[in-house]
């Protein structure tokens, strides 16, 4: 592994590859990171997790060719269509759950197309560093509760052994991390992973029944469109799954936002804000083809980016790749299900409170002056409203605390003067 030589701190810049044995091992991490949401969100709903497996590797490649390999992102289920989902998978099964999928993909490929028309330098006249520093703070902060109560809860209960194991996980991952030289440095959070999964072994917390039932291999099982079932049109599930796509678009635009501090370029410029909506709705609508829930953007691998200082698109193209792998073999597929929730919520200590602190850099980069009213009350609002879960909820529609507190930071941003008028 190179030296950091690159301006931005990288080991491993965004266009550059790793040697066959790095790269696989870099990979064999970052599916890690994303496997336990991504297979959540499916059976939280009632869909094989094999399918949202395949679904997140195939959508990630689709991305990747979009924005021309550009960006290092990873695409796993998105949890803000969970409510939603599980309603329409109660009245009407999956037909509807995919019609509104496919309607959310729709949304952010015509906003693509809007944006692409009109450009996007308001992105920045919107979005300066005063209202992105928090809004980064809030995406990494706003999954700490999911984080502890992964370390902690047990069937809702506290349990001290998980705790246990959470906490050991994160020593382990912080003794590779900071104790140890080349590349075991670079797959410490793996290696801290498989550190945490052997002591849950030992304590007897893992359950390997799901493994031993599990098939070597298996074809996951699509539900296609117009060929799996008898089609049908289902408005009431586009009507409400298509507007959370503006939802999670802010959250895609904060993603966008860590990437573009961490590697110190312009995302929204090139390879253009534009291509990064088309790729992330394609994504959707193939998911929702093939019966996956809908994709989005994931924080959790955003945060083995920021711990590794490995930014190599190729990397999480391998990542993408093992995960369409590994949805054909079952014994794998159950392995990696197997992984407790404790070592999941220890390694996310450090990912999610890595995200949060790039957020603080920005800041501390822009040198945002806090003595100055405006900037004080603009982050104070952002800061307790996301962090604080607050939501807006109309129906059946939900804005989260993310999209919340970015929304307001925006118009707080545009509304409230230079000054205060007791500044004056």
């Known amino acids: 592994m190179k030296n950091q030589t ?9 266009d550059e590859k790793p040697k066959l044995g790095e790269g696989i091992a870099l990979s064999l991490q970052h599916m890690f990171a994303m496997f336990g949401s991504t297979v959540l969100v499916p059976i939280l709903i009632g869909i094989n997790p094999s ?49 509104g999928a496919i309607a959310s993909g729709l949304v952010y490929v015509i906003v693509a197309f809007i944006i692409s028309k009109f450009g996007s330098d308001w992105v920045n006249k919107v979005l300066p560093p005063i209202v992105v520093g ?13 984080a502890a109560s992964d370390a902690m809860m047990n069937n809702n209960k506290y349990d001290l052994t998980y705790f246990a194991v959470a906490i050991f996980t994160l020593i382990m991952t912080l003794i590779f991390q900071m104790y140890f030289k080349g590349f075991p440095s670079l797959i410490s959070i793996m290696l801290g992973l498989i550190c945490g ?66 590697t110190q370029r312009n995302f929204f410029k090139d390879p253009g804000l534009h291509r990064t909506m088309l790729g992330d709705g394609m994504s959707t609508i ?52 197997s992984i407790p929730m404790p070592v999941i919520g220890g390694i996310s200590f450090l990912l999610f409170g ?25 982050a104070s609002v952002i800061l307790v409203i996301g962090i604080g879960g607050a939501y807006l909820q109309i129906g059946s529609f939900q804005l989260t605390s993310v999209a919340l507190s970015t929304i307001l930071g925006m118009l707080m941003n545009w509304i409230l003067p230079e000054k205060a008028a007791s500044e004056k």
């Open 6 to 14: 690159h301006a931005n701190g990288a080991i491993l810049d965004v």
């Open 286 to 337: 193939i998911a929702g083809f093939i019966g996956g829930p809908p994709t989005t953007s994931y924080g959790e691998n955003i945060g083995v980016l920021a711990m590794t200082k490995v930014y190599s698109v190729w990397v999480l193209a391998g990542a993408a790749g093992f995960a369409i792998v590994f949805s054909f073999i079952g014994k794998i597929s159950a392995l990696i299900e």
């Open 197 to 262: 999964y052997l002591l849950s072994c030992v304590l007897g917390i893992v359950d390997f029944s799901t493994v031993e039932k599990a098939k070597w291999f298996s074809l996951p099982a699509f539900q296609v469109p117009f060929v799996t079932y008898k089609f049908k049109w289902y408005p009431e599930a586009i009507l409400t799954m298509a507007p959370i796509a503006f939802v999670t678009m802010t959250e895609h635009m904060g993603h966008i936002m860590v990437l573009d501090s961490m």
């Open 134 to 146: 928090p809004i980064v703070i809030v995406i990494g902060l706003s999954l700490a509760s999911t």
């Open 354 to 378: 890595t995200i949060a602190s790039n957020g603080l850099m920005i800041l501390v980069d822009n040198k945002i002056d806090f003595g100055e009213k405006r900037n004080m009350l603009i």
């Open 51 to 99: 399918i949202a497996l395949m679904a997140s590797g195939v959508g990630t490649l689709t991305h990747m060719l979009l924005t021309h390999f550009k960006i290092p992102a990873y695409l796993g289920s998105s949890f803000a269509f969970v409510a939603t989902m599980q309603a329409l998978m109660k009245a009407d099964g999956y037909p509807a759950v995919a019609q």
